[in-house]
Antibody, heavy 120, light 112 residues
Framework: EVQLVESGGGLVQPGGSLRLSCAAS????????MHWVRQAPGKGLVWVSR????????NYADSVKGRFTISRDNAKNMLYLQMNSLRAEDTAVYYC?????????????WGQGTMVTVSS | DIVMTQSPDSLAVSLGERATINCKSS????????????LAWYQQKPGRPPKLLIY???TRESGVPDRFSGSGSGTDFTLTISSLQAEDVAVYYC????????FGGGTKVEIK
């Protein structure tokens, strides 16, 4: 079964750091670009970051550029999001997503999400 | 940057009736070299991740009921649920993937 499972969320104070993980199973992980998308409570979906299949290229939303770092370990089928200098507005459920092969970043596989709360 | 605008914000439809959701892009998402519209539709139920319904503006994802259909080209797109079922109550999002992925604001569909 194809599955993505996020972990690492929690409560953190403003200015703090968290590292999210996304474990992939049932897919040829190294063959896919991977993405993070977030959703603030009661709000819509917002793309956060992406990384190419071998990890040599990354992109970020302007709102997180310079604070977040996406990375991956293809040997372990793992995707990561290192989040530093966290702000209240980073509070959200964070999803990892796999794009459809041959289509681009239309995401056919999503994790269940991990909640990040930034509050003092 | 491309801006995605969905309308309406919410709609209430009777069971068995048609639901229509609109999505407008500030720039064309039609890629001329392959004549494909880089537009997807998702369904999201409370507490669940989004579910891909449609990609290339009108291609139904495997397993999606045929009451869901997508249409449109360039900058104007529509998701139609031909006969609303109780299990279709959800929020629906359009998303362009012509450039950096960007989602519309969502449309909440309820039963009248």
């Amino acid at each position: 079964e194809v599955q993505l499972v996020e972990s690492g969320g929690g409560l953190v104070q403003p200015g703090g750091s968290l590292r999210l993980s996304c474990a992939a199973s049932g897919i040829t992980f190294s063959g896919y670009w991977m993405h993070w998308v977030r959703q603030a409570p009661g709000k819509g979906l917002v793309w956060v970051s992406r990384i190419n299949s071998d990890g040599s290229s990354t992109n970020y939303a302007d709102s997180v550029k310079g604070r977040f770092t996406i990375s991956r370990d293809n040997a372990k089928n793992m995707l990561y999001l290192q989040m530093n200098s966290l702000r209240a507005e980073d509070t959200a459920v964070y999803y990892c997503g796999r794009p459809l092969k041959g289509v681009g970043p239309a995401f056919d596989i999503w994790g269940q999400g991990t909640m990040v709360t930034v509050s003092s | 940057d491309i801006v995605m605008t969905q309308s309406p914000d919410s709609l209430a439809v009777s069971l068995g009736e048609r639901a229509t959701i609109n999505c407008k892009s500030s720039q064309s998402v039609l890629y001329s070299s392959n004549n494909k519209n880089y537009l997807a539709w998702y369904q999201q139920k409370p507490g669940r991740p989004p579910k891909l319904l449609i990609y290339w503006a009108s291609t139904r994802e495997s397993g999606v009921p045929d009451r869901f259909s997508g249409s449109g080209s360039g900058t104007d797109f529509t998701l139609t649920i031909s006969s609303l079922q109780a299990e279709d109550v959800a929020v629906y999002y359009c998303q362009q993937y012509y450039s950096t992925p960007l989602f519309g604001g969502g449309t909440k569909v309820e039963i009248k």
